[in-house]
């Protein structure tokens, strides 16, 4: 099964990578035979950060998560400690749960900016080539 979705999600890390953070999701599963994830997806005016803002370009980042409160919403949200950014926001599911509060990130993507706040955005497209969000501290632990 976890082959099939590495495949199907295309993720841009290793496949041991991958699975090693699913493990430990919980939000997967399979009945018979019919593959599901459970993401919890708010109106709009809940997540009003998430309003689309000008793409100012591509970046890799490393942070520290502070608030992981929405790390399996749709999209999930990661609040961070970094100089610039002020949180990674992810719209493909296989990055969703992806990292907890107090782990180290690195997460590549779309750097957007809305009004004076800027914010990385992983899975601007349906198979996110070059966008990825990884647990550091998790890969380290392992």
Same mark, same amino acid.
């Given at each position: !099964? ?5 495949? @199907?999600?295309? /993720?841009?890390? &290793?496949?041991? %990578?991958? +699975?090693?953070?699913? $493990?430990? @999701?919980?939000?997967?599963? !399979? ?13 709009? %005016? ?16 490393? /942070?520290?998560?502070?608030? $992981?409160?929405? /790390?399996?919403? &749709? ?10 950014? &002020? ?15 107090? %782990? ?5 993507? !779309? ?5 004076? !706040?800027?914010? +990385? ?13 990884? &647990? +550091?501290? +998790?890969?380290?632990?392992?």
């Amino acid at each position: !099964m976890w082959h099939d979705i590495y495949k @199907k999600r295309r /993720a841009d890390i &290793s496949f041991d %990578e991958f +699975l090693l953070h699913e $493990a430990r @999701k919980g939000n997967r599963g !399979m009945v018979g035979g019919t593959y599901f994830d459970l993401l919890y997806v708010r109106d709009w %005016e809940d997540i009003a950060p998430c309003y689309r803002g000008i793409d100012i370009g591509n970046r890799t980042i490393e /942070a520290t998560v502070t608030n $992981a409160n929405f /790390a399996f919403d &749709s999209p999930a949200i990661y609040k961070i400690d970094h100089p610039e950014i &002020s949180y990674v926001l992810s719209y493909t599911h296989t990055y969703a749960g992806q990292a907890l509060p107090g %782990e180290r990130i690195e997460a590549q993507g !779309m750097v957007e900016i809305i009004g004076n !706040m800027k914010r +990385l955005v992983v899975g601007t497209t349906r198979e996110p080539k070059g966008e990825w969000i990884r &647990s +550091l501290t +998790l890969l380290e632990e392992r």
